[in-house]
Nanobody, 120 residues
Framework: QVQLVESWGGLVQPGESLRLACVAS????????MGWFRQAPGLQRDLVAR???????NYADSVKGRFTISRDNAKNTVYLQMNSLKPEDTAVYYC??????????????WGQGTQVTVSS
């Protein structure tokens, strides 16, 4: 079972940037598509960015052009660079490996997530 640890969230003002990191234990990380998800209070958890083992990416429309997902397979780490943050980006952010295209099903148990708050 892979364990996921997300970090580097925080409180920022609108327009600022944050870079999140997620470290996965185990040796199988390299071969999995990885994704960043977020969950705002009272809402479902949504997939916002995805990266294949080969480095192909895609994004939810709400973050396209502002967020960039990347991975370092040697470090078992996936990153999410978030620029031009908006208050509506406020959520707990999680990583996991999406099984289906919408990210309704994932490979592993969820980590604790990292809180991102965008507020003036």
């Amino acid at each position: 079972q892979v364990q996921l640890v997300e970090s580097w969230g925080g409180l920022v003002q609108p327009g600022e940037s944050l870079r999140l990191a997620c470290v996965a234990s185990g040796n199988a990380f390299t071969f999995y598509t990885m994704g960043w998800f977020r969950q705002a209070p009272g809402l479902q958890r949504d997939l916002v960015a995805r990266i294949t083992f080969g480095g192909s990416t895609n994004y939810a429309d709400s973050v396209k052009g502002r967020f960039t997902i990347s991975r370092d397979n040697a470090k078992n780490t996936v990153y999410l660079q978030m620029n031009s943050l908006k208050p509506e980006d406020t959520a707990v952010y999680y990583c996991n490996s999406p099984i289906d295209g919408l990210g309704r099903f994932v490979q592993w148990d969820w980590g604790q997530g990292t809180q991102v708050t965008v507020s003036s």
